[in-house]
């Protein structure tokens, strides 16, 4: 039966390559592209309702990333820290997280902005919090995970401020030994003890939805491929077959005009 030609380890191999990608393609690559819109779509929509919404205070704001809300309180600038290897519309930065503690009890970390390295890795200086009561409004966001759960530091290389890799609020509480409230917040333009004010991300849904449609065709071009090569294999004279001859090889004109050669003095030496 020709479909036992389909069985042969080599047909078996590449069988198997081409659905391992397309599973790869179906239910990883595309799903993720998918969620990776489905996650640009909301902070989108979170953004531009933002825009309009009216700043509430943050004991009574809603979850959710870039909403405005007002803090009461005070900033502990002793409490201070500075994350490093930031970048901000292309530029290297670090980033000023104060805490700040609630008239109505607890404590949020509180973005102030950015400055940028002087000598290429030197924190500047810059304005400190105000002291005393104050009140900010701010932006909330998820707090950052370093992959690598490292801790702050306080060293040498840190011009005496203390340090953390991202914005990690439980790193940043065990470094400060304060209750932190989870995530934190972004000081919008023209706050008190704001600096460079970090940009809002772009409106833009980015390339995610038709990356996964790509995913998709990928996958199912390689599907469609299989089937037909199988299809014509195992066709009368397909190359799995049966073994086809070897073509013959091509001469050089060099080879031919040699051989032609020998061919006429072969023919000289036994004429009379």
């Known amino acids: 039966m020709r479909l036992r030609l389909l069985l042969r380890p080599s047909w078996l191999a590449l069988t198997l390559v081409v659905l391992v990608f397309a599973g790869a393609c179906f239910v990883v690559l595309s799903p993720w592209?998918?969620?990776?819109?489905?996650?640009?779509?909301?902070?989108?929509a979170e953004l531009q309702a933002s825009f309009t919404a009216k700043p509430v205070p943050i004991e009574t704001a809603r979850p959710g990333e870039w909403r405005q809300v007002i803090l009461r309180g005070?900033?502990?600038p002793d409490k201070e820290t500075v994350a490093r290897l930031r970048t901000v519309q292309g530029e290297p930065a670090f980033e000023v997280l104060t805490p700040f503690r609630l008239d109505s009890g607890g404590?949020?970390?509180?973005?102030?902005?950015?400055?940028?390295?002087?000598?290429?890795?030197?924190?500047?200086?810059?304005?400190?919090?105000?002291?005393?009561?104050?009140?900010?409004?701010?932006?909330?966001?998820?707090?950052?995970?370093?992959?690598?759960?490292?801790?702050?530091?306080?060293d040498a290389t840190t011009d005496g401020r203390t340090q953390v890799y991202a914005i990690d609020v439980p790193i940043v509480a065990a470094a400060t030994k304060l209750p932190l409230a989870p995530g934190y917040v972004q000081l919008v333009d023209g706050q008190p003890g704001g600096l460079r004010t970090?940009?809002?991300?772009?409106?833009?849904?980015?390339?995610?939805?038709s990356y996964a449609l790509q995913w998709i065709a990928f996958g199912t071009m390689a599907l469609l491929a299989l089937g037909y090569f199988s299809?014509?294999?195992?066709?009368?004279?397909?190359?799995l077959a049966e073994p086809r001859p070897d073509k013959p090889k091509r001469r050089s004109v060099a080879a031919?005009?040699?051989?032609?050669?020998?061919?006429?003095?072969?023919?000289?030496?036994h004429q009379p």
């Not at 940028?116 to 890795?121: K, L, T």
């Open 33 to 44: 592209q998918f969620r990776r819109n489905a996650e640009q779509s909301a902070q989108n």
């Open 74 to 76: 005070q900033y502990l």
């Open 107 to 154: 404590v949020v970390l509180v973005d102030r902005g950015y400055v940028p390295p002087v000598q290429g890795v030197h924190v500047p200086p810059y304005p400190a919090a105000p002291a005393g009561p104050t009140s900010v409004t701010a932006r909330t966001r998820a707090g950052e995970t370093d992959p690598q759960h490292r801790p702050a530091f306080n």
């Open 198 to 209: 970090l940009p809002l991300p772009q409106l833009d849904s980015g390339p995610y939805l």
């Open 231 to 239: 299809w014509r294999e195992i066709q009368p004279g397909g190359a």
């Open 256 to 269: 031919m005009i040699a051989e032609d050669e020998a061919a006429e003095r072969h023919e000289h030496a």
